[in-house]
Structures are given as structure tokens and as C-alpha cells.
């Protein structure tokens, strides 16, 4: 499973992808995020997650809002 992510402030999408196949999905992240943002992990964990918690939803939705304090 894959999305794009958009970080805070930038303008230009990052994006994720899961192996959901995997033990372990967190391990086998690809992942790239917008240039200025790549110590941004916090974004790709967010996104794995997300994405986690909707892997098993009969009707995967088009877009998602994430968002933390």
C-alpha cells in the first residue's frame, strides 16, 4: 500500500510505501520526503500508521488527514 505525504509548510509531496506482506511493515519502509524535509520521520511514521490502521476497511478512502500536536 503507497500514499503521498505533504509535510507542514511544504509545498512539494513526499511519498510512502508499505509491505504490508512483511512481519514487520515498519521495517520495510520505502519512503522519500521533499528536499528540506528528509529528517522528517515523524511524517513517514504518521503515514505508516495511517495507513496501517486502514489496511483491513472494505472501501480504502481517496485522501486522509493526519494531523498531531
Not at 56 to 67: G, K
Amino acid at each position: 500500500m503507497e500514499c503521498d505525504i505533504l509535510p507542514e509548510n511544504s509545498k512539494d509531496f513526499g511519498h510512502v510505501v508499505v509491505d504490508f506482506q512483511s512481519e514487520d511493515p515498519y521495517e520495510t519502509v520505502e519512503y522519500t520526503l521533499p528536499e528540506g524535509y528528509e529528517d522528517c520521520l515523524n511524517h513517514v511514521s504518521h503515514a505508516v500508521t495511517a495507513l496501517l490502521e486502514m489496511k483491513d476497511l472494505d472501501e480504502i478512502p481517496s485522501e486522509r488527514l493526519v494531523m498531531w500536536y
